[in-house]
DNA sequence: TTATACCTGCGTAATTCTACCTAGCCTTCT
DNA sequence: AGAAGGCTAGGTAGAATTACGCAGGTATAA
């Protein structure tokens, strides 16, 4: 049945919020409980008035939008989090992410998404704007222009192979025993990767597979 | 000014190789000159008839499209590939597209999708069906869940600068010389991350370092 | 038919990492 | 004040990796 979810809005433009608490509060299922104009505001505001949402920008004076989500996080923990900005970065939106956020809309996206993002996340569910969306795969798809252009071709086969079961976090014993060689023989491969890679320690080489997504 | 492109299909299902062409040449820039019903006619196909991109299949008998990508660049590097499957994971993206594709698009997307992605990849773009960006950034979305209920919380502050060193490739001499600390004293946070986190060797916590974004 | 590159493997010595443990010093919480 | 956890560092022993070179067999290309 049709409880209605309280929000609260985080944004330093005034005129924001007001447009936003309009067209949110058009559905009857939504109330516009409260809201701030920085982190500081917010938290001293969710300490008082209770909420099942918080609709947030990134870029506020006193205690920006970064920190303002982890500290809603450790003090309100069962708060859901809204990140909505024109920050259309994947810094940004990993940061938000990582810290807590459960969803990320654009100020430029249309307000549908908005809207489908708050019901999402009021569901349990994670909500990412399909531009950011978009802009990830940009960004793998580079990497891996990146990583064709840079190196791996240089490597046979084999070279291949070991450094797979290298980034797998195998021993070089493992993977002897693995491709029925000798220790020695993955010791030799492993020497020419390193020389060819310019990568000295076994370290380094992992993170080079993993970044490469050999794994 | 309008060049007709030349489009070889590849493809083990008649009937769609039948339908795709007939939809493609509807628009007089493109025709179809040529259809493979595996990964060997392809290659052997290509080398008779030119053309300026392959839009192929991945599970395809006879040398299945994976190789079959690989083949194409290293023999025609300068045809394009549009991969068209049903395929609708991460692995078959990550590896269509890191063998050379340059683009990935659905058999369940819309027609437009593969005409935009076709126009797209001519011009030198790439392009990836939106339906797998989404699937992308719901892995990494979960990824992150992962991350964040698993286990860096309960490593110290200075295990997680360690292992961020290891993540980055170092040994522990370089580390303890960059903290200013004993080799032992590295070699002990290292211990420890390895009994807390359940890793025993250097390339397991290089990989975890670098899956737990610490790098 | 030479080259060339690749895969395989060994020898030796030095370096590094791993696996145990102990232990002093500090801060924080009770 | 006492307890607990964290940071520092050492001892010892053994396991693993690295550095350097050497070399035979094979496949592929000039």
Redesign the interface.
């Known amino acids: 049945m049709g409880a209605v979810y309280r929000i609260i809005l985080a944004d330093d433009h005034q005129i924001l919020r007001a447009g936003l608490k309009d067209l949110i509060e058009k559905d009857k299922a939504f109330k516009v409980v409260g809201q701030a104009k920085d982190g500081d505001e917010l938290l001293s505001l969710m300490g008082s008035v209770k909420c099942d949402l918080v609709i947030m920008d990134l870029s506020m004076p006193n205690r920006d939008g970064m920190q303002a989500i982890q500290d809603v996080r450790v003090k309100f923990p069962k708060v859901k989090i809204l990140v909505l900005t024109m920050q259309k970065d994947q810094e940004h939106f ?1 940061h938000a ?2 810290h ?1 956020a459960s969803g990320y809309v654009l100020k430029e996206d249309a307000y549908d998404q908005l809207l489908m993002a708050v019901k999402m996340i009021l569901r349990g569910k ?1 909500f ?1 704007s ?1 531009t ?3 802009l ?2 940009d960004y ?2 580079r990497s ?1 222009d990146e ?2 252009s840079s190196s791996l071709d240089i490597l046979t086969k084999r070279e291949q192979q070991i450094l797979q079961f ?6 070089n014993k493992n993977i002897a025993s693995r491709l029925k060689l000798s220790v020695r023989t993955v010791e030799t491969h492993r020497a020419n990767l390193g020389r060819k890679l310019g ?10 597979a ?2 490469k ?1 050999l ?1």
């Open positions: 990993k992410m990582a807590g994670r990412v399909p950011i969306s978009k990830l795969t793998y798809v891996l990583a064709e290298i980034g797998n976090g195998m021993a990568i000295k320690n076994t370290a380094g080489l992992v993170k080079y993993v970044t997504g794994s």
